[in-house]
């Protein structure tokens, strides 16, 4: 577990690569092999948009990613944050503590406070506004997105004291995690369902993304289900019953196009009202 820690304490760059282009050429192709819903769409075509917020999401991670070390380096030399804090325990205790406290912070609260905080909603629109939501969806996050998660993860730092290590251990585990649960693949229900217990599985993210209340907002998770199940926001759907997008931004056309997405949250949008289905 030691040797774990230490190999991403400093991960080489093409090695996070390597998570990223692997994974999401993997997904890709499994999508094909077992699809969940047959879309009618170029997949090249649409994952143009895709592609260029996850162009935008990495070169903004990477010009703050000093932040994140410089502020891990302080909680260790400072004995600061809950890692620190804990009884001294093993080390495989320690780590599963820390990518578990990361992907609350990291990951679930943010996700919580951008749908009940309108400015930060009108943010996370785009990535709600694609109407077929597959491995490349996973990283559709607006430039402001990746600034307001990015300052959340910094702040989980602080609070867990978690070390570089752990850091980007979580944002490996988060970023495979990710396309996972937006592939198009169809598991076994079943399969979907014990994995949910744990895990974040793909039907369960999905209902996250049918385009209307209250299944938008709920199943937050990212890597972890736990945090939604302890904290009430866990909610199911037959995935059969599932449509993507969201009902004030209907126009699939628009949702597209990468100009119109950038200026998406700063268009006028009225908060729709909950349909019970």
Known sequence: MEELLNYFKSIPSSHRSIFLVGGLTFFWLLE?????????YRKWKHAI??????????????ALAFLLLKSADWVMANNFGILNWLPQTSLAVYIVSGVL???????????????????????????H??????????????????VIRFVFTLFGVFVIGAPMGIVMLYQ????????????NIKLPKKVDAVLSY???????????????????????????????RLLGTYMYLDREKLVFGVDVFPDE????????LLKQPFQKYKRPTIINQ
Do not use: C
Not at 32 to 40: G, N
Not at 49 to 62: A, E, G, R, S, W
Not at 104 to 121: C, D, M, R
Not at 253 to 260: K, P, R, S
């Open 198 to 228: 744990v895990l974040v599985s793909p039907d369960m993210h999905k209902i996250h993304h049918h385009y209307v209340l209250p299944y938008t907002d709920s199943n937050y998770g990212n890597i972890f289900s736990i945090w939604d």
């Open 129 to 146: 506004t694609d109407h077929h939501v597959d491995t490349t969806t996973a990283n559709r996050h607006h430039p402001l997105e990746s």
């Open 253 to 260: 056309i628009e949702n597209g196009q990468i100009d119109n």
């Open 49 to 62: 948009p895709n592609l260029f917020f996850t162009v935008t999401t990495i070169v903004i991670n990477f």
């Open 32 to 40: 094909s092999a077992v699809p969940l819903f047959k879309f009618k």
């Open 172 to 183: 490996s585990l988060s970023l495979v995690a990710t396309q996972f649960t937006h592939a």
């Open 101 to 127: 406290l990361m992907d609350f912070f990291g990951a679930y609260l943010p996700h919580f406070v951008e749908h009940k905080v309108k400015p930060l909603w009108m943010v996370h629109l785009v990535h």
